[in-house]
């Protein structure tokens, strides 16, 4: 998507095939849908459910037609976005241990089941502090924290890292757009009993300059009450409020602790209820209603 704005910026007529109804799969539909809108107010022409059948080359050889099951398109530049595979042969050639997702499976310390061995990076897996299971998650954030681990250890130290909630951000044209945490569906699939509730509020005060809608869509347990996961997604202020609904994930904070933050208001930054406090409040009233 962020490839999709860099041509468009630079005048080359974008189309976009997905295999999917929505770009993103792994956030919540509305923030998936906003994705797509923001993409198609642009410019892209998008187009879901495609499965690329063939490249088709011309007389010298250069790629001009891309043939999926939606139809084809005259094509002048071709970028293939099919994501990334952990290269552990080299490790599994040795009898070290992989995940379920590919990636090597190392303790705290970044040691591998061989004790003279770290691994970290993309060719790693994480555990997920959320559910407490192994995830594959190549991010430049947690492959330098395993790095650092890794290093420091192999040169004698006792560093750890226990693992992330995922914390990711990306771009669309004007749109910023963010996930921390588990999904409704990855948490339901863990076996939480899943509540969640949207909002949208004011990024700032309604009349000052700047201002702009903000979307939060909160995760929680029904049971533990705890935070869970959460999609903010709007033009201004969205992933900085990620940010601090990561740490409140992170350190297993309930959705009434929460709408207890004491959070800054100053018309210049922020409104004086928050899109979190407004988007906690009402998951509070969600979860009161769903114990009745």
């Known amino acids: 998507m962020e490839m999709a704005e860099a041509f468009l910026s630079n005048g080359i007529e974008t189309t976009l095939l997905h295999?999917?109804?929505?770009?993103m799969s792994r956030l919540e539909r509305d923030t998936r849908q906003a994705a797509k809108d923001a993409l198609v107010c642009h410019g892209v022409t998008f187009v879901p459910m495609s499965i690329v059948r063939e490249l088709r080359a011309d007389s010298t050889g250069k790629i001009c037609e891309v043939v999926a099951n939606t139809g084809s398109c005259k094509t002048d530049l071709v970028v293939i976005a099919i994501g990334v595979k952990p290269n552990t042969g080299l490790a599994r050639g040795v009898g070290i241990r992989e995940s379920s997702h590919g990636g090597i499976l190392t303790d705290q310390r970044q040691v591998t089941g061989i004790d003279t061995i770290f691994a970290a990076g993309d060719c790693c897996a994480v555990k997920n502090l959320v559910n407490n299971k192994w995830m594959y998650i190549p991010l430049a954030t947690t492959a330098s924290k395993q790095g650092w681990v890794a290093g420091e250890n192999a040169a004698g130290g006792s560093a750890v890292f226990k693992g992330?909630?995922?914390?990711?951000?990306?771009?669309?044209?004007?749109?910023?757009?963010?996930?921390?945490?588990?999904?409704?569906?990855?948490?339901?699939d863990t076996g939480f009993s899943v509540v969640t509730e949207s909002i949208t509020g004011n990024s700032k005060i309604g009349f000052m300059p700047g201002n702009a809608r903000v979307h939060v869509t909160l995760v929680a347990d029904k049971k533990s009450e705890r935070v869970l996961g959460a999609n903010v997604?709007?033009?201004?202020g969205a992933v900085l409020r990620a940010n601090t609904l990561g740490v409140a994930i992170q350190q297993k904070l309930t959705i009434d602790e929460l709408a207890q933050l004491d959070l800054i208001y100053s018309p210049p930054f922020a409104p004086l209820w928050d899109p979190i406090l407004i988007a906690a409040n009402q998951t509070n009233k969600r979860l009161r209603s769903t114990l009745r």
Request: aromatic share 6%; no cysteine.
């Open 233 to 236: 997604y709007g033009e201004n």
């Open 19 to 23: 295999r999917s109804e929505l770009p």
């Open 164 to 188: 992330v909630i995922r914390a990711l951000a990306v771009k669309v044209f004007d749109l910023e757009i963010a996930q921390v945490g588990l999904s409704s569906k990855e948490a339901e």
